[in-house]
T-cell receptor, first 112, second 115 residues
Framework: KNQVEQSPQSLIILEGKNCTLQ??????????LRWYKQDTGRGPVSLTI?????NTKSNGRYTATLDADTKQSSLHITASQLSDSASYIC???????????FGAGTRLTVKP | NAGVTQTPKFQVLKTGQSMTLQCAQD?????MYWYRQDPGMGLRLIYY???????DKGEVPNGYNVSRLNKREFSLRLESAAPSQTSVYFC??????????????FGPGTRLTVL
């Protein structure tokens, strides 16, 4: 069973609308959680990183939240744009040298 | 400053053929990684190199070998390709392995099909 589960698998929204993507994890111990954006045919690019003590972090129209007690994170996208169409991947790390666990991603499509 | 580059972008092999995927980074990073990405699954680590001169197995190393040629370059070799190795392969690099702020920078990927 994957230690990082993301939902929904895919999502279609209209341009200008908001959306929230979810990430639940069982990785332990916990060091940090990253959200990556992966455009079609490209490699993932980091959006945000949060450590144990951080609850919220923003990067422009992207806001990530973390609840380390319930082991849940969300990525909220405000006023979506066509360029937000991509896969969003949640990655949880224990801090050890090779221990990063990747979720399968949420495929977001923003339609005009 | 190109970041992480990978060659080739696409490759089709027949079962049993061998090939090497090349990866290079120009960010002076110490650590480099090879992942594979399959539909419906998260990226899975094949091999990594925490620093020049060292390599270690990841989650799915069977059927692969790696070489850390120097600090910049990290290659992945398939000795005898199998259809199960059809996937998209990503190389990544980071300043160091592990730690709280271990951001990995990814290459554009190599799409490999094994017939």
């Amino acid at each position: 069973k994957n230690q990082v589960e993301q939902s929904p698998q895919s999502l279609i929204i209209l341009e200008g609308k908001n959306c929230t993507l979810q990430c639940n994890y069982t990785v332990s111990p916990f060091s940090n959680l990253r959200w990556y954006k992966q455009d079609t045919g490209r490699g993932p690019v980091s959006l945000t990183i949060m450590t144990f003590s951080e609850n919220t972090k923003s990067n422009g129209r992207y806001t990530a939240t973390l609840d380390a007690d319930t082991k849940q994170s969300s990525l909220h996208i405000t006023a979506s744009q066509l360029s937000d169409s991509a896969s969003y991947i949640c990655v949880v790390s224990s801090g050890h040298r090779n221990d990063m666990r990747f979720g399968a991603g949420t495929r977001l499509t923003v339609k005009p | 400053n190109a970041g992480v580059t990978q060659t080739p972008k696409f490759q089709v092999l027949k079962t049993g053929q061998s090939m090497t995927l090349q990866c290079a980074q120009d960010m002076n990073h110490n650590s480099m990684y090879w992942y594979r990405q399959d539909p419906g699954m998260g990226l899975r680590l094949i091999y990594y190199s925490a620093s020049e001169g060292t390599t270690d197995k990841g989650e799915v190393p069977n059927g692969y070998n790696v070489s850390r040629l120097n600090k910049r370059e990290f290659s992945l070799r398939l000795e005898s390709a199998a259809p199960s190795q059809t996937s998209v392969y990503f190389c990544a690099s980071s300043d160091r392995a592990g730690g709280s702020y271990n951001e990995q920078f990814f290459g554009p990927g190599t799409r490999l099909t094994v017939l």
